[in-house]
Each structure stands twice: as C-alpha cells, then as structure tokens.
C-alpha cells in the first residue's frame, strides 16, 4: 500500500469540468463545500426534502436529480445505499453521456451489482474513512481525513487524473489517501460497522450494566467508559504509535490487567459470529439482501432498536453526565 499526498498531484483534470453532487447528505455536503471552497465548478442535485433546504442555506440553487445528472460531467453518486438502487434506472443513469465520470463514496451498490454503470462512463470511488461532519471541519482547519479510492472502469484514459483531482479538491490529500478497490472497501467497511462496531457498542452497554449492578453510579460508569474520552485518546495514540506500543503511557498495572484479562474475553462461539459475519453474511451476500432488497422491514428494525437503545438507563443517564462536563467547561472559561 502506498499513501500519496497533495503534492504529488494537482486538480487539472478539472479544467472545464462540472462536478455534480447527487446527494446532500452526510458526505454530499461535505464534499460539495470542500470542492466549492477549492474553485471546482460544483452543482447540486437533490430532491424536496430537509437537505435540499439546507442546501439553499448554504448557497446553492439545488436541482432536481436528473437535471444534475445531466448537466454534470463528474457525477458524485452520493444518495444512500438503501435508495440509489431506486432512482438509478429512472433519474440517472438515462443522463449519463459516454465520457463522463461517476463517482461514488462506497463500494456498495457496484460492488454488489445492485446498479448498473454504463460500460462508456468511467466508474470511480473515492470513500473518506470519517464521518462527513468531520471532513468538512478537517478541510476548513487546513487538514484532511485519511481515504480510500478506486478506478475501476476508465474509458477516457484520464479517469486516475480525475480521481487525484477530486481528492485534492476536496481536501483528502492533506492527511494522505492510497488506493483500493470497490468490493475491499464494502467488505471492510461493512466488517467494522457489523463486527468491530457492533461488538463494541454491544460491549460497552452490557459493561454499563455490569458497573450498575456492582454499586457504581450511571454517571460514574459513564465517565469511565466513554465521556472522559480517555479511549478516544487511547485509539488517536494507535493510530499514531501501534496497537500494543501506545500501551507504554499506561501503569503496569494497566498493561497487565489488560494483557492477561484480554485472553478470557473472546471464546469460540464470539470468534466463530465474528467469521460468521464476514463470510456468510457480507462476502456471501445475507447482508445486503436484509437491508437493501428487504430495506422497509429492515428500516423499521433498525428504527426500533435505536428507540430501545435511547431510552436504554445509559442513554438517559449520558444527558446528565454531558451536562456536568459542559457546566465545568463553562466554568473553565
């Protein structure tokens, strides 16, 4: 893997081009600020909805989707997963003229063939690995958020120029991008949210309520766990040191309880779901027939569950704990 920097490419591939963001979302708006910000000629397309409004907030004139579609000569497909499959055949895909860029910010419907690119287009991907608010905030403070990207189908010859284009527009070179795949990144992506994610949202709760259990406060746990953002320093240091050599800051008695501990943690049943979810339910396909082919009783799952865990103690309690630290703040300064 090689990590490649602003420096070692510029946004000419740009000259005289429309860039058209479809999607005002999560990292539609990001990317379409970013570019605005950098001097790319950059729409907006996006239906009626609260993101549109947002949109005209910020200063854009939003189009309809199709109308973006068709004026843009890079298209940044950045709708969500669940619905792109909806308005492909219908309100973009009849608007893409041979030569043109589609762009998108995951591998997901391509990887899986839920859509169908035109052969005479050039199919790219660039996926920043942050949330699209942080993007934005990296790019205005003069800094980037480590990304992946991929060409996968170039039919004008230039479609890698256009990728690097994009990327330094939108700021992503600052902190480094290297390249990938559509499929590896679905597949890892998905392996996060689904495994390390989903592992460690269910093991700080059930953490929570063994804490309770034993006699400590809701908001005691609650600092510990996540509120001081201790562990958030602990992930920025290995990031930046490695895994196991970050663990030097901490006590020896840190280093042992963890070292030692962490080997009961995980028995063959957690190890055995862990490759369960990779294999079966993201590299064989179970995932995205749940959600995507089945996305209205999925939507209501996943509405419901976020509902149980709102009004879950430790979410109720977390409203008292984020008080007292933005009260002591306030007295700070």
């Known amino acids: 893997m090689e ?3 602003d420096s070692e490419f510029t946004m000419d591939a740009l000259d005289g081009k429309t860039v058209a963001i479809l999607g005002y979302g999560n990292q539609g708006r990001a990317q379409a600020l970013n570019l605005r910000d950098s001097g790319v000629n950059t729409i907006i397309g996006n239906r009626q909805d609260e993101y549109r409004e947002l949109a005209i907030a910020e200063g854009w004139e939003p189009l309809e989707i199709p109308e973006a579609a068709a004026a843009g000569d890079v298209l940044l497909v950045l709708t969500t997963d669940e ?3 909806d308005i492909w055949d219908d309100q973009i895909a009849p608007h893409i003229a041979a030569g043109d860029t589609l762009c998108w910010g995951s591998g997901y419907n391509v990887g899986y063939d839920l859509i169908k ?14 949330p699209g608010n942080v993007v934005r905030e990296r790019y205005e403070d003069g800094l980037g958020v480590i990304s992946q990207f991929a060409v996968e189908n ?3 010859g230039n479609a890698r120029d256009i990728t690097l284009a994009l990327c330094k527009g939108m700021g992503l070179g600052r902190a480094g991008i290297y390249e990938s795949s559509f499929r590896g990144e679905l597949e890892l992506n998905l392996f996060t949210e689904q495994v390390v994610w989903a592992g460690m949202a269910a093991w700080l709760v059930h953490c929570f309520e063994v804490a309770v259990e034993c006699g400590h406060s809701p908001e005691a746990a609650i600092m510990v766990l996540y509120a001081s953002t201790e562990n958030s320093e602990i992930f920025r240091m290995m990031a930046e040191q490695g895994f196991y050599k970050q663990m030097t800051h901490h006590s020896t008695t840190s280093q042992y309880g963890t070292l030692t501990r962490g080997l009961t943690m995980f028995n063959d049943e957690v190890k ?9 339910d993201i590299q064989g396909g179970a995932f995205v027939e749940e959600w995507t082919k089945n996305n209205e009783k999925a939507t209501q799952v ?5 509902q149980k865990g709102l009004d879950h103690p430790m979410s109720i309690a977390e409203d008292r704990v984020i008080e007292m630290i933005q009260a002591a703040q306030l007295k700070q300064s």
């Open 302 to 306: 996943m509405n419901d569950l976020m």
């Open 83 to 85: 619905c792109m499959p």
């Open 154 to 156: 170039d039919v004008t």
């Open 272 to 280: 055995a779901q862990t490759r369960h979810n990779m294999v079966h």
């Open 3 to 5: 990590i490649l920097k």
């Open 117 to 130: 690119p035109p052969s005479n287009a050039n199919w790219i991907m660039i996926a920043p690995i942050m």
